[in-house]
């Protein structure tokens, strides 16, 4: 639960760099707890940027500004320690790696649990992903398959915070139902309650995970900022009309 | 000589275990000695080569350096000079397939021995064999020679699966070389992964298939450590129709010098691939991987290819798996027994065991 004022996510004036780009600029959001949030923006508008230092990959370097977990400062944190504390990504383009199965990265997170093979068939049945086990991680997968793949070892994961990063993008509408199912899943904590929910963001170009995953807020990014914040429906129908244009002209009015 | 706890002991780090029930054979030679040999199936004879040349009056005609020229190199020449030499003769009978495994052991006990080995292996037609080879040095020594001649002849339709485990002394020199011949629909698989690395280890087995559908594949699993060189090669002929071979090495360098090369020569229509991947995680003073795969077509109908990779543990592969909670070094270990790829067909837990300290060593490397 948090002990940040609600909020299981405070980031506050964080700037980010890549090599010698800045790609976050003085970012402030909060993410109360039970929420999940919706990341709207151009292509290198700096959404994965965000995701990726929430994480902390070390390629995203902070040079100013905090992140706080729960109310704790993780800002200097390791990707396995914040990991380990319950947040977790589900990326857009994870790596290949030769020679690890996604079999051997669930055989990990269920390590310390009775039945572990049980519970690895159990999910990949349900993301349908049986064939996938063996194979090299990644390797030879559709869009659609990689996000399957991503969205299982979340489910895995059990994390208190998910993040996911275009989960909508290349899938097909037959899978895309089967993803809403899944990230449904993801985010329930009592399912006699399901108001009750895990907290999340969930980056989305086209909107379409909106319309079988409900999203508490949208946040529009434009140049590694966050320009404006409020109701998904409302901000992805402006988007729709009017474009993002219209979010960097209002931005450079401001 | 006998055996005593501690090198049975030492033996367990290449895969052979003595006394053990989940074995068919053993032959154990100890620096210049025989010293055990133990066989309780039948369909094929284990022996010492010394014996096997006295009961069998063909086996030097027919089988001595006949897969391997006896000038090939110093080294085999130094060999074939041996008149009483060690090693041992395994014969397969004609449709016997062994369900366990057959183990022998090349143990350096001594500091400073020369061991010079020939074997022969037979598998006749339609019979099927795992060899099960730990070559090793004890523990805490350090110099010595080894080397060894190891001829295979797999007759119609049968199947060798050779697993041979190294762990050597740091100033140690270690020469091994191995012929096989592959008639039709014959099969011959080689797995040969390196736990300690010698000062100079030279290695260049040579397949020749030469009826139809014959096929090899070898994979070369080998760590450098700083002050080592390991040359790991293979040459394949594919002399035969529908002949295939696949080489596969994996290297891993924490300094020292690691060339991977292999040959593949098509002289018939074929289907043949080589490929070298370098894992370089330390330099140090003067330390690389070179990696020259080589192909060689004599035919039209020869489809061949190769590829080689070197690099180090990519950042982005370690923090994706840290991203699942791991560790850094859980990360890298998992990433390093994933490139090296040992799902090796008959080792104990143990030998994991073993395999897990390399990438230990690899992973300390990193920081």
Redesign the interface.
């Given at each position: 639960m948090s002990k940040s004022n609600g909020n299981i996510l405070e980031i506050k004036d964080l700037c980010v760099r890549v090599g010698t780009e800045e790609v976050l600029n003085h970012i402030d959001l909060e993410i109360p707890d039970g929420e999940v949030h919706a990341l709207l923006g151009q292509n290198g508008s700096g959404k994965t940027s965000l995701m990726m230092a929430i994480?902390g990959?070390?390629?995203y370097e902070v040079t100013h500004g905090t992140i706080l977990f729960q109310g704790k400062d993780i800002t200097e944190s390791?990707?396995?320690e914040?990991?380990?504390l319950g947040i977790?990504?589900a990326?857009q383009r994870?790596?290949t790696?030769?020679?690890?199965t996604l079999r051997?990265?669930l055989a990990?997170?269920f390590r310390n649990e009775d039945n572990p093979e049980k519970k690895i068939s159990g999910l990949a049945v349900s993301s349908r992903l049986e064939l996938f086990l063996d194979r090299d991680i990644n390797h030879g997968l559709s869009g659609g398959e990689i996000k399957r793949a991503e969205l299982l070892?979340l489910l895995a994961?059990s994390p208190i915070f998910s993040m996911m990063d275009e989960p909508d993008s290349g899938v097909d509408v037959e899978a895309l139902s089967l993803m809403g199912e899944l990230i449904n899943r993801l985010f329930t904590s009592d399912p006699d309650h399901p108001v009750h929910r895990k907290a999340g963001l969930i980056i989305t170009h086209s909107g379409s995970i909106l319309r079988s995953f409900p999203i508490d807020k949208a946040h529009v990014m434009v140049n590694g900022q966050i320009g404006c914040s409020g109701n998904p429906t409302i901000l992805m129908k402006h988007i729709n009309n009017f474009g993002y244009d219209s979010c960097i002209r209002c931005m450079g009015a401001r | 000589m006998v055996l005593n706890d501690a090198d049975r002991e030492a033996l367990t780090v290449t895969g052979v275990y003595l006394g053990s029930t989940v074995r068919s054979a053993t032959i154990v030679v100890c620096d210049l000695a025989q010293v055990c040999l133990e066989n309780n199936t039948r369909g094929f004879e284990l022996m010492p080569i010394s014996s096997a040349l006295e009961r069998y009056s063909w086996l030097r005609e027919q089988y001595f350096f006949k897969a391997l020229p006896a000038d090939l190199d110093e080294t085999v020449s130094r060999c074939a000079k041996e008149v009483d030499p060690l090693g041992f003769f395994l014969h397969v009978d004609k449709g016997v397939k062994i369900a366990l495994p057959v183990q022998a052991a090349m143990y350096m006990k001594n500091e400073d021995i020369v061991q010079m080995i020939h074997n022969v292996i037979i598998l006749e037609e339609d019979s099927e064999l795992q060899l099960i080879t730990g070559c090793l040095a004890g523990h805490e020594i350090k110099t010595g020679t080894h080397i060894a001649i190891e001829e295979q002849y797999i007759g119609k339709n049968a199947r060798l699966v050779s697993t041979m485990v190294h762990a050597w002394g740091s100033e140690q020199f270690v020469y091994p070389h191995t012929g096989t011949v592959v008639e039709e629909g014959g099969r011959f698989e080689s797995n040969y992964v390196s736990l300690r690395p010698a000062k100079h280890f030279v290695s260049n087995p040579q397949s020749w298939l030469i009826g139809k559908g014959a096929s090899a594949k070898y994979l070369t699993v080998v760590l450098a450590s700083p002050g080592s060189v390991i040359e790991t090669g293979g040459t394949v002929y594919l002399n035969a129709e529908d002949t295939s071979a696949e080489l596969a090495h994996r290297g891993v360098c924490t300094g020292g010098v690691m060339n991977q090369g292999g040959l593949l020569v098509g002289t018939a229509s074929c289907k043949a691939h080589v490929d070298c991947a370098g894992m370089l995680l330390f330099c140090g003073e003067g330390g690389y991987i070179e990696s020259v795969p080589g192909l060689r077509s004599m035919h039209p109908d020869a489809r061949m290819s190769h590829e080689a990779s070197i690099g180090k543990i990519a950042p982005e592969q370690v923090q994706y798996l840290m991203s699942k909670g791991m560790e850094e070094r859980e990360a890298i270990s998992m990433l390093i027994r994933g490139f090296l790829g040992t799902d090796v067909e008959g080792l104990g837990a143990e030998l994991d065991g073993q395999i897990a300290k390399i990438v230990e060593v690899a992973g300390h490397g990193e920081d």
């Open positions: 994480m990959f070390s390629e390791d990707v396995c914040r990991a380990r977790a990504l990326q994870p790596p790696i030769r020679g690890i051997d990265i990990y997170v070892q994961l | -």
